[in-house]
């Protein structure tokens, strides 16, 4: 099978990191790099820094890598399906729904690959939580609790905490549960003064009867990344910062002490951390495009699930605008 190909628009905090991974990945050569601004962190290396998607196109690409602004993902996007290019568009798809829309379904009607970064998915923790739940590992899920939280990325100024961040965590809870949402609710603040939120909590159920909630927020002076996974037989703790899985399993011993046990529903059981193999996220994510684009994998985050997670994320913002639940269809 030929090599692919490969160009990249946008060489900033995440492009350069894409940057290397694509020239380590086998089937793919990094052949064209564009960014109007420059290349600020030199990953260019010895190619032309190419002033737009025109001229990335024009340097005869097969595949792309769009890590710009989100404002610009609708516009670069829709060049690159006109011209046949498979594309990973770093999440969230666009800027609105309807822009998220235009984008998948002009790769859909090309025949093309379309696929949206959410790098989450290929975390080594949240591969084998998804892996466990579908042996049937817990048994029945109940609920799904995620806290995303740190200091604010200087990096970011065209959205807020719930575009940036809490869309990880929306896409990798439809991701492990196997379900969309049914409804959300959601409350947000603007506590740095910037334009854009900073700090989210959102409650809400999946369509599988799962109930989900989500702290996310730019404003602590530490960094978590976690994914508490609560049902039948116990719980399952990811720790995506650490790459790390632990089990927390309900105790098969019974109490003695009567006031307890009847205040208790489980008991604490064993904990087990797990071995898992311990890749690069990144590097799995461009391993998995260039196998779609190849037709022999399947594994991406697809266009149309960066819609319906858009949505997702949109209704938030109006939950939090209209201190109502939003039902989703």
Sequence with gaps: MSVLRAGLIGLGAMGRHHARVIRETPGMDLVAVADPMGDKFGVAKDLEVLPDVDALIAAGIDTALVAVPTVYH???????????????????????????KRVAEAFQAAGLTGAVGYVERCNPAI?????????????????????????????????GVVKDLATHDIDLTSYVA???????????????????????????????GIIVNHVVNWLSPFKERLT??????????????????????????????????????????EVTRYAIEKREPLRVEQERFRDAVNGTGTEIVTMAEGVKTLEVIEAILE???????VTLS
């Design 178 to 208: 196997g379900s969309t949402y049914s409804s959300i609710a959601a409350h947000t603040t603007h506590r740095s003064g910037r334009e854009f939120e900073d700090m989210v909590v959102a409650t809400g159920q999946l369509a599988n």
């Design 127 to 159: 591969i084998a939580l998804r892996q466990r739940l579908e042996a049937g590992d817990l048994g029945q899920v109940y609920q799904i609790l995620t806290r995303r939280q740190g200091p604010f990325p200087a990096r970011i100024s065209d959205v």
């Design 74 to 100: 609708e516009k670069i996007a829709l060049k690159l399906a006109e011209a046949g290019v498979h594309t990973m568009v770093e999440k969230p798809i666009a800027a609105t729904v309807e822009e998220g």
């Design 228 to 269: 508490l996974v609560t049902g039948e037989r116990g719980a399952f703790l990811a720790d995506t910062m650490n790459n790390d899985l632990t089990f927390y399993e309900n105790g098969t011993m019974p109490t003695q002490w009567d006031a307890v046990a009847a205040f208790r529903g489980v008991s604490e059981g």
């Design 319 to 325: 939950s939090a605008g209209t201190l109502k639940t």
